[in-house]
């Protein structure tokens, strides 16, 4: 269970239930995206699986943790048999038996078995028998018996690890999909502005040409003008409408869904993430890294078992035997044919066994490339896993270098945006006292055009590269106050 905000919470189910009735799908919905964060964490594929996949390993560890209870088994049967001999009557004979049985098998190893066998025909002669076997060499030590239990624990941690990592995929996917869709968003609001603009050049040229201050060529460029922010505007619109469902997808909704998102302040988004120092990056990159806790969980865990259970194979089997048996006295002498249960208590009448079982393994080759095939398996695994801290060491010193740097991009594309309104503007008013023709205010246009462009991009990427870093130190959840509750 994911916990967070209860007022987000109850949001997020509303726009949920809402979103998945089909009776208000004309009527469009205003989402977040603190609210399609909370809905992704919900209803996304990839967190429903993960969640699915946790509660099979729960299931598997206690199926594992269940092998060493007191174990309950209890077999019944009944029968009649008709004979029909030459010279004598017809017989019937019936038979009656009931089997209880309580077994166990301790972390060391022991089985131990209780059986009760009740059989019941003319007479009723039951008995009890203990049997216990314990291996002394192979299959010996609670770390050899308990191998499958310790694996399933170790399966358990890492599912529930997957489920944490999924929720930071899955909400850093849901961030960089609306921060695409309000580039989009803002990308268009630009291509309108230049459209108005340059219409007003339009409007302008024609009022010169009339008043015979200009040339009537000179209508077509600033027309072209116009047609171009058409084109861009509507390449921007069928862009638009395309991250638009990437981020219905990301969330986890139907791409049918009337969604409305309300507007996004990048500068506020901006502040929510912090930039750590270099080193600390490095560290927690290794101490968050989901993949990486698993690779040492299964390089300490598995594997390192793995090889101990292949050596544990190749060792002698020496296992100790014995039973304890009382009843079924059925033609002893003095006891009648129908001991009852006064013949389970009877002591003269048991048996006891003892004994040794050895067997020991000659050229056992199978065994010996069983342990090769598991120490080299530990010896790359540790290689591996070296590498992946190296790997991971770069991810956050390049995740932390794109950060300091997009961040300098963005402080000169905002100087450069600024800048270039002004010499905008300035070429805008010489064209209206006619100190420029309307090519020199045309290239002025795109000029400012690419700057905003520019500007915009360099915001959406310094802030996805803050987004980025934050999924690679492992504070995604944090930044979101988003908490995994497993039950």
Not at 238 to 254: C, E, K, T
Request: charged share 15%.
């Amino acid at each position: 269970m994911i916990v967070c905000n209860i007022r987000h919470v109850f949001t997020c189910i509303l726009i949920y239930i809402y979103c998945c009735s089909g009776v208000f799908a004309a009527t469009p919905v205003t989402l977040s995206l603190d609210e399609a964060i909370l809905i992704a964490a919900r209803s996304n594929p990839n967190v429903q699986e993960s969640q699915l996949s946790y509660v099979l390993q729960k299931f598997n560890l206690h199926i594992q943790e269940w092998q060493f209870d007191l174990h309950y088994a209890f077999q019944a049967s009944a029968g009649v048999t008709r004979s029909n001999l030459p010279q004598q009557p017809t017989s019937y004979s019936r038979n009656y038996n009931i089997q209880p049985s309580i077994s166990l098998q301790t972390p060391i190893g022991t089985q131990l078995t209780l059986t009760s066998n009740n059989p019941l025909t003319d007479h009723y002669n039951p008995s009890l028998s203990l049997q216990l076997m314990q291996p002394l060499i192979r299959g010996f030590g609670k770390a050899i018996v308990e191998t499958a239990l310790n694996n399933a624990r170790d399966s358990e941690i890492i599912s529930r690890l997957t489920i944490e990592g999924t929720l930071q995929n899955t909400i850093t996917a849901v961030v960089n999909a609306y921060l695409d869709v309000v580039a989009a968003e803002q990308t268009i609001a630009i291509d309108r502005d230049a459209i108005k603009r340059a219409e007003q050049s339009v409007e302008q040229t024609k009022m010169y040409i009339k008043a015979g201050r200009k040339a009537g060529n000179e209508l077509v460029a600033v027309q072209a003008d116009v047609a171009r922010a058409n084109t861009q505007m509507e390449n921007d619109k069928n862009n638009f409408a395309q991250v638009r469902y990437a981020l219905l997808m990301a969330i986890g909704m139907d791409p049918n869904t009337n969604v409305r998102l309300t507007s996004l302040n990048i500068e506020s988004l901006i502040r929510k993430y912090s930039l750590p120092s270099l080193p600390v990056t490095k560290r927690l990159i290794l101490e968050n890294d989901i993949q990486y806790q698993v690779d040492q969980i299964v390089l300490h865990g598995p594997t390192t078992r793995a090889l101990m259970v292949a050596k544990d194979n190749t060792r002698w089997q020496l296992n100790l035997e014995a039973n304890v048996a009382t009843g079924n006295v059925t033609g002893v002498p003095n006891q009648g044919q129908n001991a009852g249960i006064n013949g389970l208590f009877n002591t003269s009448y048991q048996t006891q066994g003892i004994g040794l079982t050895l067997q020991i393994p000659i050229a056992d080759q199978l065994t010996k490339q069983g342990v090769v095939n598991a120490e080299i398996a530990l010896k790359q695994a540790a290689l591996a896993l070296m590498q992946e801290k190296w790997n991971k060491e770069t991810s956050a010193i390049n995740g932390w270098n794109n950060v300091v740097s997009a961040k300098r991009a963005l402080q000169f594309a905002e100087n450069a945006a600024r800048l270039q309104k002004k010499t905008y503007t300035i070429s805008y008013q010489k064209y209206l006292h006619g100190l420029i023709d309307s090519l020199e205010l045309q290239s002025a246009q795109l000029q400012l055009i690419q700057a905003q462009q520019v500007l915009l991009r360099e915001k959406i990427s310094y802030l996805k590269a803050l987004v980025n870093l934050d999924l690679l130190v492992g504070n995604t959840l944090r930044t979101w106050n988003i908490k995994v509750r497993l039950q």
